[in-house]
C-alpha cells in the first residue's frame, strides 16, 4: 500500500502564502499582541437587520418550496428524535444485511437478537417505571439443554451415574438432605435456582474436576454463581450431612468394627486403618516453603505443593475421621499430633482399641504399626503382612476417593481456606456413596503414589511394643499368618 504525497500548493500561491508572514511575530522573544476589542464597540447589533440577512440567505441558498419547510425550533426537535429513532434502525437493517451478505449468519443472527432483547427490556422498563427513573436489567442468555436433560426423568440411569459418580435415587436422597439449607427465596429481578440443580452444580464440579467455564456452559449460570454454589453446598454438606455419615463410631459400631477387622486379619481390637494422603495445590502466595512437597517433586521431577489429607476407615472403607489441610511439607508423623484423633487418645478416648497405621507412623498404645528396623525375624515378617491387609482397606478407600471425585487429582484453582471444606464435603459423599453400595466403574480406579516415610521416632511406648511382640507370636503360632513364606 503506498502513500500519497500531500498535494502542497503552487509556487505562485506559495508566493502569496509566505508574503505576508512576519517571523519576528511568531518568535518566542515577545508576545503576539492582544486584540483591541474596543474596536468593536462602535458597532451596533440591531436584531432587524440580523433577521433581514438571515433571510436574505434562506431565498439565496435554497428554492422557495423548501424555505416554506423551515420549521421552529420545538418541531425541530420532534423531527429530530424521530429522524434519530429511524436512523438507529436503518443502521440494525444495514448492518445486519452487511453481515449476511458476508456469509456470517451466526452474528447477523446474534445481532438480531440482542437488538430485539434491549428494546423489549426498554419498553418494559419505560412503560413500568414512567412516573419515576428508568432500569434496564442485562441478562446475559446462556443455554441449560445439557441439565434440562440431565433432569428429565427419561434420562438414562448409567449416563447420570457417569456424571454424578451416584445413582439417581442417592442424589435425591442428598437433595432432600440439603433442601432446608440450600433453598433460596425468589427475587423482583430473577428466579432463584432450584434446590436440584444447587446440588448438581457443586456434585458434577467434585466429580469431574473440570474447570468453572465448563461448569457454567453444563448448567447455564454465570461462572461466579458456579462457584459461589460449590462453596454453598460443601458447607451445606459439612454442617448438615458430616454429623450424619462421619463420625467415629460408638460402642456398639466399635464392636463390630473390631470384630470384622479380627475376621480377616487376626489382629484383635483394630478400630480402624489410617492412611494420610496428598492434595496437589497451586503455589500458594504465602508460607510457599511450607507447602512444597519433596517427595513428590523427585519422584516427578516437577515442583509440587499439596495439603495432606488424613483418614481412618472401618472394614468396609468408610472415613470415621478425617483430618484436613495441613501443608505438604509435614511428615505423616507430624500430622497426627495436630489432629483431633490424638487429642481424644490422650484423653483416653481411645482406650483397648488399635489404629492400625503405616511406617510413618510411630508405635503407640493406641496406634499399631510394622516393624522397620533390619533383619526382620519370620514372626515380624509375618505380622507385618498382617499389616499390610489392614493397611490395603485405608489404601483402596483413598484411591476410590480420589478416583470418585477427579478433583482431587488435579490441582485446583480454589483459596487454600476454601479446600478443607471442599474436602471434607469429598469424604462425606465417598460415605453416602459407599453406604449406599455405589460402585465404582473400573475406569475411574487409580493407584495412589504417597512416598512413604519410616518416622523418626519409631516407638514411643514400651507397653505398646511388648503388645505388638505378643500379637506378633500369637498371629504365627496359631497359624493365622506366615504361610506366604513357606513357598
Not at 310 to 337: A, H
Amino acid at each position: 500500500m503506498e502513500i500519497s504525497a500531500f498535494p502542497f500548493p503552487e509556487d505562485y500561491f506559495n508566493a502569496y502564502f509566505f508574503q505576508d508572514f512576519d517571523p519576528v511575530a511568531f518568535s518566542n522573544d515577545r508576545k503576539r499582541p492582544r486584540c483591541d476589542y474596543s474596536l468593536y464597540d462602535d458597532v451596533e447589533c440591531d436584531s432587524s437587520s440580523l433577521q433581514e440577512l438571515l433571510r436574505q440567505f434562506l431565498d439565496f441558498d435554497c428554492p422557495q418550496e423548501e424555505a416554506r419547510n423551515v420549521v421552529s425550533a420545538p418541531e425541530f426537535e420532534i423531527l429530530a428524535d424521530v429522524e434519530c429513532d429511524r436512523s438507529n434502525q436503518e443502521i440494525m437493517d444495514e448492518s445486519e444485511q452487511y453481515l449476511a451478505d458476508s456469509g456470517n449468519s451466526s452474528n447477523a443472527k446474534r445481532a438480531r437478537s440482542e437488538y430485539g432483547s434491549v428494546a423489549t427490556t426498554s419498553d418494559e422498563s419505560t412503560s413500568a417505571g414512567s412516573g419515576g427513573a428508568q432500569r434496564r436489567l442485562w441478562v446475559k442468555n446462556r443455554s441449560k439443554a445439557w441439565w434440562e436433560q440431565v433432569n428429565s426423568p427419561d434420562f438414562p440411569e448409567e449416563e447420570f451415574k457417569k456424571a454424578f459418580r451416584m445413582s439417581r435415587a442417592t442424589f435425591d436422597m442428598i437433595c432432600e438432605e440439603l433442601e432446608s439449607v440450600v433453598t433460596k427465596k425468589d427475587t423482583m429481578l430473577r428466579l432463584a435456582i432450584p434446590v436440584r440443580q444447587r446440588v448438581a452444580v457443586c456434585i458434577w464440579r467434585l466429580a469431574t474436576g473440570e474447570a468453572l467455564r465448563e461448569v457454567s456452559k453444563r448448567f447455564g449460570l454465570g461462572i461466579s454463581t458456579c462457584h459461589k454454589l460449590v462453596l454453598e453446598v460443601c458447607t451445606a454438606i459439612r454442617s448438615v450431612l458430616m454429623p450424619k455419615f462421619l463420625q467415629w463410631p460408638d460402642d456398639n459400631k466399635m464392636t463390630e468394627i473390631k470384630t470384622e477387622f479380627e475376621f480377616f486379619s487376626g489382629i484383635p481390637n483394630v478400630g480402624g486403618s489410617m492412611y494420610t494422603t496428598h492434595i496437589p495445590i497451586i503455589a500458594p502466595k504465602i508460607s510457599v516453603a511450607a507447602y512444597f512437597n519433596k517427595r513428590h517433586t523427585e519422584r516427578n521431577q516437577k515442583t509440587s505443593y499439596s495439603i495432606t489429607l488424613q483418614g481412618v476407615v472401618d472394614q468396609k472403607g468408610i472415613f470415621t475421621d478425617i483430618c484436613v489441610g495441613w501443608p505438604g511439607s509435614m511428615t505423616d508423623e507430624e500430622v497426627l499430633k495436630k489432629s483431633a484423633l490424638f487429642q481424644r487418645a490422650i484423653k483416653g478416648a481411645l482406650k483397648d482399641v488399635w489404629v492400625v497405621g503405616n511406617s510413618g507412623h510411630p508405635l503407640m498404645d493406641w496406634i499399631l504399626v510394622p516393624y522397620t528396623h533390619p533383619n526382620l525375624t519370620w514372626t515380624q515378617h509375618a505380622f507385618n503382612e498382617k499389616v499390610e491387609e489392614v493397611q490395603k482397606v485405608a489404601k483402596e478407600a483413598f484411591a476410590r476417593l480420589k478416583g470418585r471425585w477427579s478433583c482431587l487429582q488435579k490441582r485446583t484453582e480454589m483459596k487454600l481456606q476454601d479446600l478443607p471444606v471442599v474436602l471434607g464435603a469429598c469424604c462425606v459423599l465417598h460415605n453416602i456413596c459407599e453406604m449406599m453400595n455405589e460402585g465404582l466403574s473400573p475406569e475411574l480406579r487409580i493407584e495412589l503414589f504417597d512416598d512413604e516415610m519410616v518416622a523418626e521416632n519409631g516407638v514411643l511406648s514400651a507397653n505398646a511394643m511388648h503388645a505388638r511382640d505378643q500379637i506378633a507370636h500369637k498371629l504365627l503360632h496359631h497359624n493365622l499368618a506366615g504361610t506366604g513364606f513357606m513357598y
